[in-house]
């Protein structure tokens, strides 16, 4: 589609901006910090967010992994180290979205200030679609009744109005690969055509999460085809990130997940910054090279497509 190289160091540099991020303040996560942002400032990518996980379910392992207070002053210290190297570090969340639990996270989100929040649902432990059950779940049904559950709740994490992006739109692909395959769900733009309407009347961005390009569904959640539906149904915000969990997915996909937004017709990201931060109204740019425009002089010397 891109005539970019397999996601890698190669194809995922000189990238504004990785919107998504786990430390080891998120319990399956073991990165510290500092290692993102070398890998940030040797890539050429002069903005990051952290996200770590935080889960309302008192079950959840990120329910209680690392205090407020404790992530906020591990990120905000690193922006402090890492500002004269050229790097922004901003401290984002990825709330575990639950319906019956959204009163508690409207509260959090009202009483802690973060740069940025992304909205996901999870496939928790009690969800049908876990390992031991996801095959008695799908036997029997429909396309359109396995996924209902997972799109239900994405569906009310949108409508919620708390989030500033919704991480990973199809993320059950991942659970469902060896029953439901990645192509069942390119068939079914009627399946997502509510939530992407949901994301453009409420003014929320998409996320196109580079992960999947590493995980079994090999594409990006949401695939291509679904960015450009986002678009075409009048869709306007769009973020990107690679999720990463692990050093070396740091960024990993990145440029596969900007040349998708880039071939939708995006040409920048909508990316909230903390408030009085003198580059909080700046939009983020799809670099021209991913845009498929010629190479301008002076350039930092990206490599050619
Ligand atoms: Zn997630
Ligand atoms: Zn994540």
Redo the contacts with the bound molecule.
């Keep these: 589609m891109t005539g970019l190289p397999a996601p890698g160091p190669e194809a995922d540099r000189d990238l504004p901006l990785d919107a998504h991020l786990h430390t080891n303040l998120s319990h399956d996560s073991d990165v510290p910090i500092d290692v993102y942002c070398a890998s940030a400032v040797a890539r050429g990518i002069p903005e990051i967010a952290i996200t770590d996980?935080v889960d309302f379910d008192p079950r959840a392992p990120d329910h209680s992994f690392a205090s407020f207070a404790t992530r906020e002053r591990e990120v905000r210290d690193a922006a402090a180290r890492w500002a004269d190297r050229g790097l922004r570090v901003r401290f984002g969340i990825?709330v575990?979205y639950e319906s019956h639990l959204e009163t508690d996270i409207r509260e959090h989100l009202a009483r802690h200030p973060y740069d940025y929040a992304?909205g996901?649902v999870?496939v928790m432990a009690y969800s049908p679609y876990v390992g031991g059950r996801v095959a008695g779940w799908v036997a029997g049904r429909t396309f359109d009744e396995i996924v209902a559950p997972y799109f239900a709740e994405v569906q009310a994490a949108i409508r919620s109005e708390l989030f500033d992006t919704i991480?990973?739109l199809d993320?059950v692909k991942k659970y469902l690969v060896d029953h439901v395959p990645p192509s069942a769900f390119a068939a079914r733009p009627d399946v997502y055509e509510p939530l992407l309407r949901a994301l453009v009347e409420t003014g929320t961005a998409l996320e196109v999460n580079a992960s999947g390009l590493r995980q079994p569904p090999g594409e990006t959640y949401p695939a291509p085809p679904i960015v450009e539906q986002f678009r075409a149904l009048g869709g306007l915000r769009v973020t990107a990130g690679s999720?990463a969990h692990r050093a070396g997915s740091f960024a990993f996909g990145l440029g596969h997940a900007y040349a998708a937004l880039a071939a939708a017709g995006f040409e920048s990201l909508a990316f909230r910054r903390r408030a009085g931060d003198p580059r909080a109204g700046a939009s983020v740019e799809v670099p021209d090279r991913v845009l498929g425009r010629p190479r301008e002089p002076n350039e930092r010397g990206y490599p050619s497509l």
């Design positions: 996980h990825e575990t992304i996901s999870h991480g990973h993320y999720d």
